[in-house]
């Protein structure tokens, strides 16, 4: 499991940022289209970026599914939760290099210095932190 500090090799590293969505159209929010169907709309401003972060990590999930965990700084944290609270019931949409990698909802403010995001494969945790922490 990578773990990393954010600002490691920061000319290497790729993109990492978190932003608002949700599966309603909202005014000036983009909409991205999901595979098979569907869309989420995504706000445009991130709420949180790379120099937010302390650290990140992969993990796995008790069903061997990948997680990657953000480890927010306290000005970080403080954003995800101020956002949150203001948008109650939403998601939250990952994206590391321009690919959103997940967008689970959430229901109430965020609280947690640690933001796990379902990612699919331990191989996808895995390839994201490295790219994210600048390790290739």
């Given at each position: 499991?990578?773990?990393?500090s954010a600002g490691d090799t920061a000319a290497q590293a790729a993109d990492l940022r978190v932003f608002l969505a949700d599966?309603?159209?909202h005014p000036g929010w983009t909409p991205v289209p999901l595979k098979p169907s569907g869309l989420l709309y995504?706000?445009?401003d991130a709420i949180i970026d790379r120099s937010d972060l302390m650290g990140i990590q992969s993990a796995s999930d008790q069903n061997g599914g990948g997680i990657l965990v953000l480890v927010l700084k306290d000005e970080g944290l403080a954003k995800l939760r101020a956002a949150t609270a203001a948008h109650p019931g939403l998601r939250l949409a990952l994206v590391v290099d321009k690919i959103m990698l997940a967008a689970p909802a959430y229901a109430a403010p965020i609280r947690q210095q640690q933001l796990a995001f379902g990612v699919g494969s331990v191989h996808n945790a895995e390839l994201a932190a490295r790219s994210v922490a600048g390790v290739r």
């Open positions: 499991m990578p773990v990393a599966t309603k159209a995504v706000r445009t």
